[in-house]
C-alpha cells in the first residue's frame, strides 16, 4: 500500500444504506454520539481512553482545532486551551452542548478554515468516517504550526477484535431493537480501516508514534496516533 494507492482509491464512493436505517439516521447517530443506549453508553466509556490518552500529550493554553467534534465531548475532560476552533459539519449533534460556550469558532468544511496555526489537531473516531481521507489529512497538516502535532485516535477498524466488539456489542441491541443489520449501517460509516489510516499518517508526516488499547491491530479496540513533521512534497499532491 504505497502513495499510488491513496491516489488511484480516494475519494471513496460511501456504501448505500438500506432505506429502513435511513429513516432513523439522525436518531441513530445521535444516540451513539451520547450513549442513550445500553450498549453505546458501554461504548461511550471505553471511548474514554480515546481522549484520555491524546490529552496526555496536549499541552495547556495551546491553539486547538479539533475535526469531527460531534457533541464536544473531548471538551468534558479538563483542559486549559488558549483558543479552540472545531470542524463539525452535523449542527444538531452540539448545537444543545453545554460545552459550546468553549469554543471559540465553528466551521462546517475544511476551506471555512482562516488562515489561523495550530499547534495541536485532533480528531476522535473521525477518519475512518472521511471520504476523501488523504485531502483532509493533507489539508490539516497545512495549518500546523512549525512544531505542531496531529494527534488522531482511531477504532482498530478491520481488526478483529474491534469486529467481535462492535458485533456483540451496539450490533445485537441493533437487530433486537429494530430487526435491522447493523453491518449495513457500519460498512456506509467506516470506510477506512486502521491499516489504511496507519499507512497514509507515515506517508505525509516523518514522525507517527502509535499507541494501541490492547495488542496490534487485530487484538486491539482503539488507537492513538501522534504525528508530527509533515512532508510537504506528499502534502502538495493531495490538496
Not at 496526555?56 to 486549559?80: M, P, Q, R, W
Not at 448545537?95 to 496555526?117: A, E, M, Q, R, T
Not at 480528531?123 to 489539508?139: C, D, G, I, K
Not at 460509516?189 to 508514534?209: A, Q
Request: aromatic residues 14%; hydrophobic residues 35%; charged residues 25%.
Amino acid at each position: 500500500m504505497d502513495i499510488d494507492y491513496f491516489i488511484n482509491n480516494y475519494p471513496k464512493t460511501r456504501p448505500f444504506l438500506d432505506p429502513e436505517i435511513e429513516k432513523i439516521y439522525n436518531s441513530i447517530y445521535l444516540n451513539n454520539r451520547q450513549g442513550s443506549t445500553g450498549a453505546t453508553s458501554i461504548a461511550q466509556k471505553l471511548e474514554k481512553w480515546m481522549h484520555l490518552k491524546a490529552n496526555n500529550f496536549i499541552k495547556e493554553d495551546k491553539d486547538v482545532l479539533e475535526i469531527g467534534a460531534g457533541t464536544l465531548n473531548h471538551l468534558n475532560f479538563n483542559k486549559s486551551y488558549k483558543t479552540y476552533d472545531v470542524i463539525e459539519p452535523f449542527r444538531e449533534l452540539y448545537i444543545n452542548s453545554k460545552n459550546k460556550n468553549k469554543v471559540n469558532n465553528f466551521y462546517s468544511d475544511i476551506g471555512d478554515l482562516d488562515k489561523k496555526k495550530y499547534d495541536y489537531v485532533i480528531s476522535f473516531a473521525t477518519l475512518e468516517h472521511l471520504e476523501n481521507l488523504p485531502y483532509m489529512v493533507s489539508s490539516l497538516a497545512k495549518v500546523l504550526n512549525e512544531r505542531g502535532e496531529f494527534i488522531s485516535s482511531i477504532p482498530s477498524e478491520g481488526g478483529f477484535l474491534w469486529g467481535l466488539a462492535w458485533r456483540i456489542g451496539t450490533g445485537l441491541e441493533f437487530k433486537l431493537r429494530y430487526n435491522l443489520d447493523y453491518s449495513n449501517l457500519m460498512r456506509h460509516e467506516h470506510i477506512n480501516s486502521c491499516f489504511e489510516i496507519l499507512k497514509f499518517l507515515k506517508i505525509v508526516f516523518e514522525k507517527v508514534k502509535v499507541y494501541k488499547f490492547g495488542l496490534g491491530n487485530h487484538l486491539s479496540l482503539y488507537q492513538c496516533i501522534k504525528c508530527s513533521g509533515p512532508r510537504q512534497q506528499i502534502v502538495d499532491k493531495f490538496i
